[in-house]
């Protein structure tokens, strides 16, 4: 208490140099309550943004040294598609429609394509590009029902070649061409891959859309069909059935045996290492299309998970490990933002960035407090011999002083917070809006509506105490230094 005391006394006795320092810790501290919170808001605005939009809570994958998002390979495999189709598709979605545990799942598939636009006539007109995503429509819709905003047309049907274009594309294509594309226009789609060459598929415009919340990757997203996307990307796309025939077609074949019919050479080759026919290699991919075959096999790059709420993600992932550990699948597991890709990387390497600017002013502004506590204690040298020769202690000292800066620190932080609060609570009101495509990464949307994070509070309130004890260590091991009958020899 009386320590207390004594430093409350001091502090209003050194008025100026206690709103000095004050100041600057109440500035630092609401710069850091807002900054941090517009953070946390974007942070948290991302993640609902992509989770409830594009990847869900979970993708599963085939296990890749490549880092693989939505958008294909990243790092140094940018741009990279060859990726590997999943195997045990049916024993997966078995067991993620037996878990209890998924609210939605939608397998999907990522390539890329030159557009060009086909006239009437069949003449190819104008160069565009887009990614291509292949989905499952009423899989995808079902798990991601509000992220698109369709301006003309429909979303694809899923039996049949079509494309649901980008606006972003759609308008690369008529500044190319002069020519407005509208749904049931026809357009060529060229892809390369090292696994499966150059392909090209030709596709109707069902519709035309933009994604209600994008960025620079997300405008470049069109949906096709399963079937022309697994062509594209060299996925398999067949499956075998049982040729059901008619008496009279039978007829036609007249008595024709069996190995008369594939003993010729070409049939003979080629032939898989268990010593059975590989028909499928005999054609091209385009001739075994089948849509409900396309359902099966290692037809998908991909899975997207959405899970319940309440569901424990670690404990979903380890059990879905295990259990294709079990059935001998390769299965690799990757949360939303390993799915999400470049532009929430570099949102959270904006946030970075802002931690270590945060920390470089506490920095300084550690410094200057020190620099004016020093200054403040080198005045008091008189006061402080008095005490130790009235027998203070160091100890007593030492506190005195460590009280001192942590109620100028407490009763300015404190200020700060509330001013930050503030702040906040009027851009909530009125929201921040993002002027351009770099902020609507950041932000995570085009408007940012900040809310006070408990997080950033909590930081604050650290790094005043942080402030407060290292701020005092300098000029307190100066004061205990001092002699009394030096100090009051000064007198």
């Known amino acids: 208490m009386i320590l207390w005391k004594i430093a409350m006394r001091n502090v209003r006795q050194h008025r100026s140099k206690t709103l000095i320092i004050g100041s600057i810790i109440a500035l630092g501290i609401l710069f850091l309550v807002v900054g941090n919170s517009l953070m946390d808001t974007a942070q948290r605005g991302i993640e609902k943004m992509y989770i409830e939009n594009y990847t869900g809570d979970l993708f599963l994958h085939m296990p890749s040294e490549k880092q693989l998002t939505l958008f294909g390979a990243m790092g140094p495999d940018m741009g990279d598609i060859s990726i590997d189709g999943m195997k045990g598709y049916e024993k997966i979605t078995g067991y993620l429609d037996s878990s209890g545990k998924v609210e939605a799942y939608s397998p999907q598939i990522v390539g890329f394509g030159l557009l060009a636009y086909v006239d009437e006539g069949g003449e190819q007109k104008g160069r565009g590009f887009t990614l291509v995503w ?64 150059t392909k090209i598929r030709e596709v109707t415009v069902s519709g035309i859309f933009s994604f209600f919340e994008s960025n620079v990757q997300l405008d470049m997203v069109s949906f096709v069909d399963p079937v022309t996307a697994m062509a594209l990307s060299g996925l398999s796309v067949s499956k075998v059935t049982e040729a059901n025939l008619s008496e009279s077609e039978r007829a036609m074949l007249g008595e024709v045996e069996e190995d008369d019919l594939f003993s010729s050479d070409l049939f003979s080759k080629p032939v898989t290492a268990e010593g059975e026919q590989d028909l499928t290699a005999l054609f091209d991919d385009q001739t075994l299309e089948d849509p409900e075959g396309a359902r099966t096999g290692n037809s998908w790059h991909y899975i997207l998970v959405s899970l319940e709420d309440g569901v424990n993600t670690d404990r979903f992932v380890q059990g879905i490990t295990t259990f294709a550990e079990g059935e001998g699948i390769p299965l690799a597991v990757s949360l939303w933002r390993d799915g999400a890709g470049m532009t929430a990387d570099m949102s959270f390497g904006i946030q970075t960035l802002f931690n270590i600017i945060i920390l470089i002013i506490a920095v300084v502004a550690v410094i200057i407090i020190m620099n004016t506590l020093v200054i403040s204690v080198t005045e008091r040298i008189p006061e402080i011999g008095t005490i130790r020769a009235v027998g203070g202690q160091k100890s007593f000292v030492r506190g005195m002083i460590i009280w001192e800066t942590l109620i100028v620190s407490g009763i300015f932080g404190l200020i700060g917070i509330a001013g930050g609060t503030l702040i906040l609570g009027i851009l909530n009101a009125t929201g921040i809006e993002a002027s351009n495509m770099f902020l609507r990464i950041i932000f995570g949307g085009k408007i940012l509506r900040p809310v006070v994070s408990l997080q950033a509070i909590g930081t604050s309130l650290i790094v005043i105490l942080a402030i407060g004890v290292i701020s005092s260590l300098y000029p307190t091991m100066i004061a205990l230094k001092i002699k009394p009958v030096q100090a009051m020899s000064r007198r």
């Open 134 to 197: 292949g989905v499952d429509p009423e899989e995808y819709l079902r798990m991601f029902p509000d992220n698109i905003d369709t301006l003309d047309g429909t979303f694809i049907s899923g039996d049949k070649p079509e494309i649901f274009l980008s606006a972003e594309a759609a308008r690369s294509l008529e500044e190319e061409t002069g020519i407005p594309v509208v749904p049931g226009d026809t357009v060529l789609i060229t892809s390369m891959t090292g696994t499966a060459g």
